[in-house]
């Protein structure tokens, strides 16, 4: 059993699957205690990551556990995940691009780096995954609301939507198992820059 709250933290998030096997998203420890205590969890993946032991029965003593795997399916109803588009924000938009900006190509901290709308807002643009990218201070701030033609830049590369096994990744990354990456990482997308 472990025995501090410090220990707690640092356990890793749990995958959650549909009964499909479709990734849906990561819940702590706790949450998936009481998955398992209702009985929702209907197969796993891999070795157990953590074993939790509850209190004795009053009426044989027998003390209760229950082992937590890294990646759980739960029972319930099947989403499509084809059509849903992942929230973009800018820590899941910068871990797409692998924080670099796509005009400079340097790398740069969460707090070096804005989202630059490649057809400015003003001129039409839209805030989506496929018209924003990663950009320096310095070059956004270049570039202003102008199109790259008109301020002679180019990416480095295209800006793309995330399938929902590659967001998840994305807003997880550094924190990921290596069970649950190589799950993950079976349905990325072609273009997918986690992949590299």
């Given at each position: 059993m472990i025995a501090n709250i410090t220990e707690f933290e640092r356990i890793p998030r749990i995958l959650r699957l549909n009964i499909a096997?479709?990734?849906v998203e990561w819940v702590n420890w706790q949450e998936a205690v009481c998955l398992y205590a209702r009985d929702l969890v209907s197969w796993t993946v891999?070795?157990?990551?953590?074993?939790?032991?509850?209190?004795?029965?009053?009426?044989?003593?027998?003390?209760?556990s229950v082992e937590?795997?890294?990646?759980?399916?739960?029972?319930?109803?099947?989403?499509?995940?084809?059509?849903?588009?992942?929230?973009?924000?800018?820590?899941?938009?910068?871990?797409?691009?692998?924080?670099?900006?796509?005009?400079?190509?340097?790398?740069?901290?969460?707090?070096?780096?804005?989202r630059d709308h490649v057809l400015p807002v003003s001129r039409g643009g839209l805030d989506a995954w496929d018209n924003v990218v990663a950009a320096?201070?310095?070059?956004?701030?270049?570039?202003?609301?102008?199109?790259?033609?008109?301020?002679?830049?180019?990416?480095?590369?295209?800006?793309?939507?995330?399938?929902?096994?590659?967001?998840?990744?994305?807003?997880?990354?550094?924190?990921?198992?290596?069970?649950?990456?190589?799950?993950l990482s079976k349905s990325f997308s072609a273009e997918s820059r986690l992949r590299h």
């Open positions: 096997g479709q990734p891999g070795d157990p990551l953590l074993k939790i032991r509850g209190g004795h029965s009053r009426f044989d003593s027998s003390r209760s937590i795997h890294s990646i759980i399916a739960c029972d319930g109803r099947v989403v499509s995940r084809d059509s849903h588009v992942p929230p973009l924000t800018n820590r899941a938009l910068f871990r797409r691009d692998r924080n670099s900006c796509l005009y400079c190509s340097k790398q740069f901290s969460d707090f070096d780096l804005t320096c201070r310095r070059c956004n701030h270049f570039k202003g609301n102008r199109l790259l033609q008109d301020c002679s830049m180019e990416l480095r590369a295209l800006p793309y939507v995330p399938n929902f096994a590659e967001y998840l990744a994305l807003i997880n990354s550094g924190r990921i198992l290596g069970d649950q990456m190589t799950f």
